[in-house]
């Protein structure tokens, strides 16, 4: 691997490590507040706003300038978020800026590998970016949690400034400050990824142009046999974990009454079990066999609402490596598949911002649920239970419309598995 190439990763890991701190630190500054509890369930859909308002513009500014420029602006802009939080801006709104950056960080992470590597190390370098990626999840909300709980917490309060007064005075601010030293630091990395030397393509003069392309884009994988069943799949498997986290936390103050620190551990382990359902799958599993495992997002849904019978900790750990491992084993031959389809429908890079739009819809969409579940008055267990009953019936319904697919468009079906065969023995 080239020199720039380990220069990405740690700018990548460093970023997403303080994203995922930053979430659990939110939710304690809301709750400290005295926020009610739709306010931090919000705080998802919130993050995952200007991904969906900005899907058809964010590809075209990362391929406007280099890179590392667009990576060291979308820290600059989660930075930006930070200090809101830090001086008087409603959270809620400060999260969402957070979230801005994070949508114009996303497609250039992705686009500058094509960039700085040859096509025969994609394949490794996208596994070492995934693999860093859940590593910073695990560690960032383990961190955060650490972070607002009060070792560390009193710790931090205790350093005293001569002379200049930083209005630092809980546990929550003074772990966003650390946060803003962490992206500081990925920031760092960023100004240190070299130039590829790709031409850059100018942002067109009126960027609404964008708009009817990147929608039909979209509507041509929808509109796919496989590609319509594998969007919704992973679609719905990004909404739910998205939705996890915050999800997890609300569970385990009502049912273990564990703090925000102790909840975030159990967040991690998730991740954990999400990592090892996605390992055997990709050691199992084949391109042309991944609709088979469609029945596990069934299962998830049912898990979740069985998450509101668990009491003891003992067996919420196990339990939660297992939920996790499910949607790692359903996502990656899902995810695989269509990046097949994209690929052979429009290419990879407008494929991936496809992708990005409908799973940031679908949290976006789902966390809206969840709120409202809590705005109206619904305990955890009762919005957890809505939230569980409606993710295995859309499961079920996509279950239901591939069988249909498969009686209906029998012979398209069968010719689109045949070409996934045919690459997958010979990819």
């Known amino acids: 691997m080239k020199r720039g190439f380990y220069t990405i990763m740690s700018a990548q890991f460093f970023s997403s490590l303080a994203d995922n701190a930053l979430f659990v630190a939110a939710v304690e500054l809301l ?113 955060g949690g650490q972070l607002v709980g009060h070792a560390v917490a009193s710790q931090l309060l205790s350093i005293d400034l001569p002379v200049f007064n930083t209005g630092i005075d809980t546990a929550p601010e003074a772990a966003i400050s650390i946060l803003i ?63 996890l986290r915050y999800i997890i936390l609300a569970w385990s103050a009502a049912a273990l009454g564990y703090s925000t620190t102790q909840a975030s551990a159990l967040t991690g382990v998730v991740a954990l079990g999400t990592a090892v359902g996605a390992v055997v799958a990709s050691m199992r599993m084949r391109l042309d066999m991944a609709t088979s495992v469609m029945p596990l997002g069934i299962a998830m849904g049912l898990l979740v609402v069985l998450m509101n019978f668990i009491s003891n900790v003992w067996v919420a750990a196990p339990f939660l490596i297992l939920l996790g491992a499910l949607g790692g084993f359903l996502v990656v031959p899902m995810n695989a598949l269509l990046q097949h389809r994209g690929h052979n429908l429009m290419g990879a890079g407008r494929s991936i911002a496809v992708q990005n739009f409908n799973e940031q819809a679908c949290i976006l969409a789902l966390g809206a649920f969840y709120t409202m579940s809590t705005g109206f008055g619904l305990s955890a267990f009762g919005a957890i239970t809505a939230f569980g009953l409606l993710v295995a019936s859309v499961m079920w319904l996509i279950q239901r419309w591939h069988a249909s697919n498969l009686v209906r468009h029998k012979d398209e079906v069968d010719h689109l598995l045949e070409i996934a065969r045919h690459d997958n023995a010979h990819g």
């Not at 500058?112 to 096509?119: D, K, N, V």
């Not at 964008?210 to 994988?221: A, E």
């Open 181 to 243: 030293a962490i992206y500081g630091l990925a920031a760092w990395f960023n100004t240190r990824i070299p130039h590829t030397g790709v031409v850059m393509r100018p942002i067109p003069s009126n960027p609404l142009a964008l708009v009817p392309d990147f929608f039909s884009c979209n509507t041509r994988l929808w509109r796919d046999k496989l590609g319509q069943i594998s969007l919704s799949t992973t679609t719905l498997f990004w909404g739910v974990s998205g939705n």
């Open 31 to 143: 709750k400290s507040g005295g926020a009610p509890e739709w306010q931090r369930a919000a705080l998802v859909p919130m993050f995952a706003l200007f991904y969906v308002v900005l899907a058809p513009f964010v590809g075209a500014f990362a391929d406007a300038m280099p890179k590392g420029k667009v990576m060291f602006i979308s820290n600059a802009i989660k930075v930006v978020g930070c200090l809101m939080m830090l001086f008087g801006g409603h959270p809620l709104l400060a999260y969402a800026v957070v979230g801005l950056g994070a949508a114009a960080y996303s497609p250039a992470k992705y686009g500058i590998l094509t960039e700085l590597l040859p096509a025969s190390q994609l394949v490794k370098a996208n596994g070492w970016i995934e693999g860093l990626t859940i590593a910073s999840i695990i560690l960032g909300i383990l961190l």
